[in-house]
């Protein structure tokens, strides 16, 4: 909130009444607004707030720059999408993969969220369900690529009013409130609700507990969670695909919330022994569990040595594990040096 600005949320009384706010702008002059509508919690509190007093911040300044396609075939695809919106320019499909195409070739963030709410605009009324896809969509646009977070719980709130029984934009606004605007009272309520909702979504189950685990420090109510929802998982055809994120996010709350490194190193020690292949942030977490617990690398390295030696991602992440241990390049047994070399040089100048 901008400094000079001051607000009080309270709930009406009356049938419908909503949320009743009164604020102070800058120049201290008092207002009230209120907000009716079918879903009204403590949510509504960070928006309503953001939506007056602007919490959002320019922008514009922070898009990354447009990309410039050079690839024939995409190339090619672009011109025809762009023939059949201009024969169609009130299609919603078309504006809708319009939006996605700008997105994910040209990175043209502006572009996208135009045609996205251009899109809005034209959805036919009575479909729900993809109504409900599309704002989430868009959603997921405002807050990870325009991060305009008030916008975005905006768009949430609507999806809520149409799909009130999935979790997913629970999820999403939650953590916006919890990792964005630091208002964690509101993303509790959230949170827990879509854990409640589904307790077969690894997400919701995952988001929940998180939230315990890194912003309330509640490490036993966390643990209980994932303890739950692994032995769920555990039984169904895919098991892999949701056990092992559970398992890695697990492992991290027991290094960093519990901080207990022998529970910690089981359960990733458990999770490389069932996933040969090993995910980049289990690794790195593993990774920060020795730098910071112990003084052993043989088992950090023994991880990194799975791995080609030419993925620039992994190698990194090992170089920056060796840069904490004070070791150069050449205890890379595995790395071309030319190219860890280079890397070593770019971690010590940042």
Known sequence: ?????????????????????????????????????????????????????????????????VQEITDPITL??????????????????????????????????????????????????????TSALLLYDYAELLEKECRDYAAAIQVLRRVIDIFPASPRAYVLCGNILANQLRDYDAAEVLLRHAAELEKSSTEAQL???????????????????????LEKAAGWPAAKDSTHPLMQHYAS?????????????????KLFADDPSTPYGALEGFADLYATFSKDDAPVEEQFKKFATRNIDYTLLYVNFLVSRSRDAEACTHCDHDFSDRLFRRVAES
């Open 207 to 229: 988001a929940y507990a998180d939230f315990l685990s890194e912003k309330r420090s509640e490490c036993a109510a966390a643990e209980k969670i994932y303890a739950e929802a």
């Open 1 to 65: 909130m901008a400094k000079g600005q001051m607000a009080n949320c309270q709930r009406g009384t009356e049938a419908g009444a909503g949320l009743v706010v009164d604020y102070h702008d800058a120049t201290m002059n008092r207002s009230r607004v209120t907000f009716r509508g079918s879903l009204v919690s403590s949510m509504s509190v960070s928006l309503v707030i953001a939506m007056i007093l602007g919490a959002s911040p320019n922008v514009a300044a922070m898009l990354p720059p």
């Open 76 to 129: 090619k695809t672009d011109s025809l999408y762009r023939q059949q919106l201009e024969e169609n320019p009130d299609d919603p499909s078309l504006l809708y993969r319009q939006a996605r195409f700008e997105i994910t070739e040209r990175r043209d963030v502006a572009a996208a969220r135009a045609y996205y709410e251009r899109a809005i605009e034209k959805w036919p009324k009575g479909s729900e369900i």
């Open 253 to 269: 709350s027991l290094a960093n919330c519990r901080r207990d490194f022998e529970a910690a190193d089981a359960m990733y020690k």
